[in-house]
């Protein structure tokens, strides 16, 4: 129902199912075919690739302009491109998809819908034509309340247990925890986030937690069609994301995911989240293709520490190192990159100072030369820690003040507090 | 002898014992004091330290001027000074405390001294009077050969053997590991370095280990006089240290270490070595105090990662955090901050890339469409990988050609290693 809610707005229809048809036709950051788009709008663009035009040169100088404009001065032209998009003419079937989606209570969220969430035109040519949705559509928060967790699928205890821990005290301070639906580091922070959901009911973090305008605990972007689970062994977990959540991809139902594609869904995270947090990475992995992808849409990239022994970290290590992520070790540092609530709680650690953090050089050599247990004179003193007898003097009142001090016996010692 | 060696150095003999003696009058960083032997020189000092006079308007003056240059306005005076070193003069006997190290097999090693450590220039006005040398005088290598491991006493299994491994592997790169002898990660690593040494016989690093013009394995620099092997546990590895390194302190024989000795120690560590690296430290620690010492010395500042969940390595993960030190999980990466041998040693972790990782999109679409059991057409190969026939056969022979592809019976398959 939540897909009928959008696709049946007024005067997006056609679009609607324009877009869902371009879906199919074309690969993600197909740039050529989003020039097209631009130019042509989404329901002539359809109507071109379906005639039989072997080009147009009013069309393919219209898309040369957009190109070059985005940074792609030569490209193969419009043929080429053609040549790309036709065989998939065939298998296309663009009404039996929404109603696939429909079925599976999700739908196709466009440019158009309200809803569509604006942090992915950051993307600019390379935006997503449109997103396929399993679970609320209208259930994408803004970017500044996403925070992406992202990680090895052979994740360690370590990670696994620190990716459900940041997962699940995000969702308390209101983000909705954003991940792959993989295996390993992706899992667990969807399976952290789906717990704080539960546990706090929507009494923490954001009130209207869960229903349909409210924040989700927790979105999965997929590198497939939206209607496998995919993997098979995180079933369970992603029909859980679609109830409290929901599962996104650009591709169309049905379609495999391939390593291209993992790599494109990767700046989909990246770009949708206000801080991406890798958790745990190898020295290559695909969890730093999406950092990559957050730092070049200057978005915030955090890194969690770990073992120098660990393969699995020496990924966030090399971000580290190169200054590319900030070292991030709770949900509180993380907060604090998205700049929101809970900045002051690494502060918090500091704890209280200790009693003689504020003293003076003076004062700190006399609370060193006074001895604890047994009791020294003010010319004793002044030897040892090496000061004029007035300055012993004036110390010695002060640190009996801060009760560092105390007279016994015609002497002086330290308090035991000292 | 090493004691003699420089002890008896032509023309020094009076500035030697006149040093001494004010190493004794004088507590670490006593700019007055600094400012007084800059003026009046060593000998001079003592003698105006040792007469009744109560002041001296033209010393005073130049004194304030010294002072003022290295940033320091207003002080007390000459006359507040007098009466913090006078009272030391009852206890003062340089040429016994000279005697005292030559016995020990040590000396005095003083600015004037050739083999004075030239780093220490860098502390200015702070710069220690002369440096108190337990074991050969002339084996201070120069700082772009000394790298300090730092860190709490309290050291995890962790830590105790990251310093371990990580000073072994910097004394077998030629380096000298410099540390404060105390419990802990300081003890771990000049164990490492004279293990290092032990076993490398000379042989690696630097051929002229351990001679007395060579590079020693490890100095501990320490907050009390260097008769004492302090903390007592810790006894037989300072031994040790004496006869491969040296222990070196600025305050004379028979000294306690007191609180403000440690915190003055720091800075020696910190200004003697090209990288200070904080191998574990809770989030208030003294390492995080040498780590600030570096930072002002403008010298590189390296901490090692550890787990969120350790207290221990929470000091070293604000430092990542704040940005003042960089992330160092190896002895690579140290020596990489110290701009030295075995710097692309980190990137030969990369290891061999995969074969893919050169192939264009439309190469990566091909393979990713090219079934690995099963074999497939041309034109099944254009539908999946949204290709032109025309493109597909172009990529087909580049994949065939690395082997990713491989013809099958009248059709294409993918090779194994693809």
Partial sequence: MNGTAVGSAIGTAGIRVARAALTRLMEPSDLAGMALIAVAGPEDAVAFIRSRAHSSAVLEQEMTAVLSVSGTGRWPGLADALSRWRPRLADLAPERDLYVLERLGGGLLIPEDPQWPSALADLELGAPIALWVRGA????????????????????????????????????????????????????????????????????????????????????????????????????????????GAIVAEVPPGTNPTRYRFLQRNRLIAALCEVTVVVEAR????????????????????????????ANSAGCHRLLREGSAVCVTDAADIAELADAVG??????????????????????????????????????????????????LAGLGRLELLGLAQRANSGWKRNSNG
């Fill in 137 to 244: 559509v209208g259930r994408i928060p803004e970017q500044k309340r996403c925070i992406a967790l992202v990680g090895s699928r052979d994740s360690t205890s370590y990670g696994a247990n620190v990716a459900a821990e940041m997962a699940s005290s995000l969702v308390q301070r209101g983000f909705t925890v954003v991940s792959g639906g993989a295996y390993g580091i992706d899992a667990q922070a969807h399976r952290g986030a789906i717990s704080a959901a539960a546990q706090t009911g929507g009494q923490n973090g954001d009130p209207r937690r869960g229903t349909e305008e409210g924040v989700p605990p927790t979105l999965a972007v997929m590198a497939g069609g939206v209607d496998r689970f995919y993997p098979s062994g995180n079933e369970e977990l992603l029909r859980a994301i679609t109830e409290q």
């Fill in 283 to 310: 020295w290559r992995s695909g969890a730093l293709n999406t950092a990559h992808h957050a730092d070049t849409l200057s978005r915030s990239v955090g890194a969690v520490p770990g073992s120098v022994y660990s």
């Fill in 343 to 392: 900045t002051n709680l690494a502060v918090e650690q500091e704890g209280a100072p200790a009693l003689h953090d504020g003293l003076g050089v003076a004062d700190l050599l006399l609370l060193d030369a006074l001895p604890l247990r047994s009791t020294t004179t003010v010319d004793k003193l002044s030897v040892v820690a090496g000061l004029g007898t007035a300055a012993v």
